[in-house]
């Protein structure tokens, strides 16, 4: 029986699970938004949530639980900051998620998952292709 066994495996070893969401973590907190997986994405939101309740908290304590599981001390400090202080007033559900299609290559469901009210400006650059590159150094 499997009495209070919870969250998913996805057919990986348990520090592989670990580190992937660890990552992942990070990068939605730095980045506001990230695609994953449908199953990964809902997955990820447990442990969102809980960092950013943690952030909110503000102790030492939970600072240092943050810097044991985000890979980032920039992203903790946004984190215990900005975030925290956008959120104060939020109970809960500081994620959402939307279904992103079908990925081509092996048709998995893909998601979007993203912070409410996120700041756009926290979004990555988007890179410029090479041949377009090329086009604007002539």
Do not use: W
Request: with cysteine; hydrophobic share 35%; glycine share 6%.
């Amino acid at each position: 029986m499997r009495h209070l066994k919870d969250g998913r495996k996805f057919g990986i070893t348990t520090t592989h699970r670990t580190a992937m969401f660890r990552n992942m973590v990070t990068s939605l907190l730095r980045y506001e938004k990230i695609t994953t997986t449908l199953q990964r994405a809902k997955e990820l939101r447990r442990y969102t949530e809980k960092m950013i309740t943690n952030g909110k908290c503000g102790t030492l304590a939970s600072r240092r639980k943050a810097l044991g599981y985000i890979m980032d001390k920039d992203v903790v400090a946004k984190l215990f900051s900005t975030l925290a202080e956008r959120y104060k007033e939020r109970k809960g559900g500081y994620t959402r998620i939307y279904r992103a299609g079908l990925r081509n290559g092996d048709t998995a469901q893909m998601a979007i998952i993203e912070l409410v009210d996120r700041d756009a400006s926290a979004a990555p650059k988007r890179r410029v292709r090479r041949v377009e590159e090329a086009e604007a150094a002539k």
